[in-house]
């Protein structure tokens, strides 16, 4: 037994849910798994309660129950985490770039190894379907191997000035202690895109992840725990004091960055905050996709890569295609091609084999669904399928598809963050853009085109940090993940990921060597 099991189970927990019954057929191995996650915050090296006689529950929103009970952070627990952060950091930057890498190679071992109790953890926490779970447990496992690499090829460079008297000497080293802010939707992969770099480049880092998916990030923290991370070098506060603990944190002058996903109301918030320090700052925030059908388009294929940009994770994430632009000459096809696969889509738990949509987050995000499809119905948009939620537990929306929305609808105007895909009709390449960039959002788009020209002139013309061409996917750890406009600044992933947490340090010698002694 690991050291981190033996550490957790010395003191009682804080409380095993009641949404998983042992008793019934089949579920003693998620009540196993679920006792086996920290219930506890992690604090330089140590597990523990934290100041605070609160907990915080976590829910199924599958069934309402209440899954774990787990330590609630207090401000002053943020900022003992970055005490720990750092007094961990200087020891952690001097720390070879090969053994950093090592260590975080180790946990994607591990994780992989480990894959089927996270993938189950997310969809009990979160929702998504097994086989999509699965999915984000690949995918977040990619961020710790492709920076495991990365950690040994930060790079500098050497030369002489152009007016010979000197060289110049350009090297790039730790930004230093990092908060980390996770949001509900990807949990596990969301964490692994911030903590990966961040200890690549040699930061410590204070991870808060999203109050109503805390599980998965503990899980990943006890693997790091037990391939040996040095302590401090990774510190998890889970809070339902948001703003209290990030104000506190944000507010210390040793935090040198600041990398948030969420909201872009919350993250103009951060930024704010931010300023008073001059924090460097990474934020992934909203997203309005456009899904842009060109009348050339090979519609199956394009259906096909509807469902993924807009069903994945039941709609819930920033690169959910919102809008699909159609032109007229197949937008009627197009809608009943894409109504009818809708319409077969299996609604249920997400743990249930065969689910192909789970619930959304909470029956909050149903309520916000349901009123921007009522908005769009009442101006007077083609209800094709679906359009109700779901009566009894759970907070579940059928999958919906509305055609001939109108302009002046809400849903056009913002994240719907559900399963609900809305067909505008278009004439003309010109009108394409035109309502394609009509959003202050800028994250992805996504362009079905069988003509080359027309989709260098997409990407040339298109205001989004990312643009997938025939794909209904683009998201990769190897590839830089970011938008313009108020989608936020920085990018997480690629080589570009890295440098996020880097700093650039200029150095002057004057003078050249002309002699060498041997």
């Not at 605070?52 to 774990?68: C, E, K, M, N």
């Not at 090969?98 to 979160?126: K, P, T």
């Not at 889970?238 to 507010?251: C, H, N, Q």
């Not at 600044?489 to 440098?499: A, D, F, L, P, Y």
């Amino acid at each position: 037994m690991s050291n981190l099991v033996t550490s957790v189970d010395r003191e009682p927990a804080l409380g095993l849910g009641r949404g998983i019954d042992a008793a019934t057929p089949g579920r003693s191995t998620e009540t196993e798994l679920l006792a086996s996650v920290p219930d506890r915050l992690f604090i330089a090296g140590r597990w523990e309660a934290g100041s605070s006689l609160r907990h915080l529950d976590v829910f199924d929103p599958a069934t309402g129950g209440l899954l774990r009970r787990i330590a609630d952070a207090t401000p002053d627990d943020g900022a003992r985490a970055l005490d720990a952060a750092a007094a961990a950091s200087e020891d952690w930057a001097q720390t070879a770039p090969r053994v950093r890498g090592e260590v975080l190679r180790s946990v994607f071992d591990l994780l992989m190894q480990r894959r089927d109790e996270a993938a189950r953890l997310i969809s009990l926490e979160m929702g998504k379907p097994l086989s999509e779970a699965a999915g984000e447990v690949a995918y977040g496992a990619e961020f710790l191997r492709w920076f495991a690499e990365e950690a040994v090829r930060i790079s500098g460079r050497y030369g002489e000035n152009p007016d010979g008297t000197g060289r110049m000497l350009v090297s790039r080293r730790p930004v230093g202690p990092s908060y980390l802010i996770t949001p509900w939707n990807f949990p596990l992969a969301m964490a692994t895109r911030k903590i990966a770099p961040a200890l690549a480049a040699g930061c410590t880092a204070v991870v808060k992840p999203a109050e109503l998916t805390p599980l998965s990030t503990l899980f990943l923290t006890q693997i790091f725990e037990e391939v040996g991370l040095p302590a401090g070098v990774l510190n998890v506060v889970t809070t339902s004091d948001a703003a209290g603990v990030s104000e506190r944190i944000i507010g210390d002058p040793r935090l040198r960055k600041l990398s948030f996903t969420g909201s872009t109301r919350i993250g103009r918030i951060l930024l704010k905050q931010a300023a008073d320090t001059v924090l460097r700052t990474s934020m992934e925030l909203g997203g309005n996709a456009a899904f842009v059908v060109f009348a050339d388009a090979d519609i199956d294929r394009a259906v096909e890569g509807a469902m993924t940009a807009k069903f994945r994770n039941s709609g819930q994430a920033c690169t959910a295609a919102n809008r699909f632009l159609v032109h007229s000459s197949i937008a009627a096809e197009f809608t009943r091609r894409l109504a009818a696969r809708v319409a077969d889509l299996r609604v249920g738990p997400g743990t249930e084999q065969g689910v192909e949509i789970g619930p959304l987050i909470t029956h909050d995000a149903v309520d916000k669904v349901d009123q921007l499809v009522q908005d769009a119905v009442s101006r007077g948009a083609e209800l094709a399928t679906g359009g109700r939620r779901r009566d009894g537990v759970g907070s579940f929306y059928e999958p919906t598809v509305l055609a001939a929305v109108p302009s002046d609808s809400d849903i056009l105007r913002e994240e719907i963050f559900g399963p609900v895909a809305t067909i505008v009709e278009f004439e003309t390449e010109a009108e394409a853009v035109r309502l394609a960039n009509h959003t202050e959002y800028g994250l992805v788009a996504y362009v079905y085109t069988e003509d080359l020209a027309l989709a260098q002139r997409m990407i040339d013309r298109l205001d989004t940090g990312m643009m997938g061409v025939n794909v209904g996917a683009v998201s990769d750890a190897s590839a830089p993940f970011g938008g313009v406009k108020q989608s936020g600044v920085g990018r997480e992933g690629g080589i570009e990921g890295i440098q996020e947490y880097l700093s650039t340090k200029y150095t002057l010698i004057p003078g050249v060597l002309t002699t060498m002694s041997y």
